[in-house]
């Protein structure tokens, strides 16, 4: 199992008040599955998203992610944690503006001590594959939503994670471009393994293989 997780609770706190966001959220992944989190908004999804991906940590509960205890670690051991097992992908690309695509997709490589020059080839390659040969020296403002956004997936995955956390990937996004992100991610899923953990409020987006987990109001269950 990739992920395993018991009994995660997550409770915000703004002020006086407690927000309740994860009741005792149980579940287990296995790797190489493309897994959806659905829910409509305001659910948890984003929550659960964050603790699974060692961003945030759950006010109680288990959690073991590739054989790591994510809940016993120090915030540095989260840090190498996240940099060398997952990607995110968010619902608005969060591309560095002052980068063109080939150096945001770099990023990762040199985060982690890579050489700069062969960072570049294999981010070129990467995006190449990806059908955006032409864009790698266009800044994200001079690509599409869409594009910009299958920049975001190769910087997602180019340091090879274990994992993919997209939350929100295709929210906004045409109907085209949503069909071509999410072949994309399955594309990625089957020819290189990684396992995808994507959160949505649109279930036109689940294929008939993937697997579900549905949230209601902070209860976690698998359909
Ligand atoms: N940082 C935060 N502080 C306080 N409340 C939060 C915070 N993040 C999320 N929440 C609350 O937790 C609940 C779940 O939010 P979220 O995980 O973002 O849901 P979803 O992604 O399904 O829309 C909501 O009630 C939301 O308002
Ligand atoms: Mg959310």
Redesign the pocket.
């Known amino acids: 199992m990739l992920i395993i997780a018991e009994e995660l609770t ?1 409770i ?3 002020g006086q ?1 407690k ?4 009741r005792g959220a149980s579940l287990q992944i296995s790797a190489g599955a493309f897994v959806f ?1 659905v ?12 603790l699974l991906g060692g961003m ?1 940590r759950p006010s109680s509960g288990q959690l073991s992610v590739n054989g790591f205890a994510l809940e016993k670690a120090s915030e540095d051991q989260l840090t190498r944690f996240r940099r060398e097992n997952i990607g995110f992908v968010f619902q608005f690309y969060n591309l560095l503006a002052s980068l063109d695509a080939l150096e945001n997709v770099t990023l990762p490589l040199l985060a982690r001590g890579e050489q700069p020059r062969r960072a570049r080839l294999v981010a070129a390659e990467l995006l190449e594959q990806m059908g955006l040969a032409s864009r790698m020296r266009h800044k994200p403002e001079e690509l599409s939503g869409g594009e910009q956004q299958r920049v975001a997936i190769a910087r997602a995955i180019i340091g090879r994670p274990a994992l993919i956390m997209a ?2 990937p295709t929210g906004d996004l045409d109907i085209a471009n949503t069909e071509a992100v999410m072949l994309l991610m399955h594309n990625l899923n089957k020819s290189m393994g990684v396992t995808f953990v994507v ?1 949505t ?1 649109n279930e036109a987006l689940i294929g008939k293989d993937d697997r579900v987990f549905e ?1 209601h109001s ?1 209860e976690l269950r698998q359909r």
């Open positions: 997550k915000y706190r703004r008040e927000i309740v966001a994860l989190l829910g409509p908004s305001g659910c948890g999804k984003s929550t659960l998203l964050h945030d939350d929100e959160a409020h949230l902070g």
